[in-house]
């Protein structure tokens, strides 16, 4: 087994979050608990899983020329990430993105954010196109839609015509065209992503989600082209149908929820990185599930992201197996 070779392009930001014991309602004004900054953004989170589970990374995006972009290549850097074809704005600031945090007594930490998106929809066609060949140096390519729609559509269109498979993580949300949709090998949007673009609501049976509806959202994006339909379900866990099945794995539970952010982001990278390695799609799952469950356990985006030795140690902890994991090492 080799080490994964992974290319995520996508965003970067920094995130400017405000804890709080209650969300501020309309008109209103309230006096938070804290205020962090950390750096996040889509793509950059999903990168930094990537590299902390130990496959080779590389990305692709936008920074603008400002602090914010000079602490994200910091942390890049840490990581150990190739960011040789990072691009840089003259004028359009690197994205920021304002997160509210509700750390309300008795209640699940929720999360709201608002990003301005800057020098990350600055991205030209022309900019990415020497991946048209470069893209088959991977074995996987990882997407989401923080930057134009253009840039997502022509990188699925390179990586499908050289047999590289491509994750789009569907969020934020936005209308997917036909043609994107027909280049990708998994899609993995959240249950309201996945509603938005299938119309299916995926309801909730008490504290868990209504498997048969995210099921009938899972049949609606295979029937749009996706061969493998993947659905993060918060609290309760992940899905994936495929031509082998319908698998589903559980949230893991027991953990103590400080900050949500990013568990979806570090669940896509985990997904991709375990998929790469050829294990099992229960294994894959397992072991996203377990990797999303303790980056929930810190705060911000980036600093929450496990490094592998701590996903090994909760996974014996839970008593789940360990899959050979030796590529990665
Ligand atoms: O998925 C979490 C990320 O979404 C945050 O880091 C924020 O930057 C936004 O892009």
Redesign the pocket.
């Known amino acids: 087994m080799k080490k994964p070779k992974i290319l995520i392009v996508g ?1 970067l ?3 400017f979050t405000f804890s709080t014991n209650v969300f501020p309602n309309e008109g209103e004004t309230i006096i938070g608990k804290s205020f962090k900054t ?5 793509g ?2 999903q990168a930094v899983q990537v590299a902390r589970l130990g496959a080779d990374t590389t990305m692709v995006g936008k920074l603008g020329k400002d602090a914010n972009g000079e602490e994200l290549l910091k942390t890049i850097d840490a990581a150990g990430i190739h960011r040789e074809k990072l691009l840089f704005d003259e004028e359009a600031p690197t ?1 920021v ?1 304002d ?1 509210i945090l509700e750390e309300a007594e008795g209640k699940d930490t929720r999360n709201r ?1 608002l ?1 301005i998106q800057g020098a990350n929809m600055t991205i030209k066609p022309e900019e990415i196109a020497f991946l048209k060949e470069d893209i088959r140096n991977y074995d996987m390519v990882i997407l989401q839609l ?1 930057i134009p729609m253009e840039i997502n559509e022509i990188v699925a269109a390179y990586a499908y015509d050289a047999g590289v498979p491509v994750m789009l993580n569907s ?2 949300s936005a209308p997917l065209s036909d043609e994107l949709l027909s280049h990708l090998t998994y899609i993995s949007p959240n249950e309201h992503e996945a509603r938005d673009i299938t119309g299916v609501e995926i309801r909730y049976d008490g504290d868990e989600v209504n498997m048969d509806d995210v099921r009938k959202a899972c049949e609606v994006l295979r029937e749009k082209g996706v061969k493998n339909a993947l659905i993060t379900l918060g609290g309760s866990g992940a899905a994936i149908l495929n031509d082998d099945g319908f698998f589903h794995y559980p949230c893991v539970k027991g953990l103590n929820v400080v900050d949500p ?2 568990a ?2 570090s669940f896509v990278g985990a997904f991709c990185t375990a998929v790469c390695l050829g294990l099992g799609m229960e294994e894959v799952l397992c072991f996203a599930n377990h990797v999303a469950a303790l980056t929930v356990c810190g705060f911000g ?2 600093p929450s992201l496990p490094t592998l030795d701590r996903v090994v140690a909760l996974m014996k902890e839970k008593g789940v197996s360990v899959p050979d994991l030796s590529a990665l090492e």
């Open positions: 965003s930001g920094m995130d950390a750096p996040g953004g889509k950059a989170n994205q993105a997160i954010i990003i923080e969020a934020p952010t990013a979806g982001d985006a980036m």
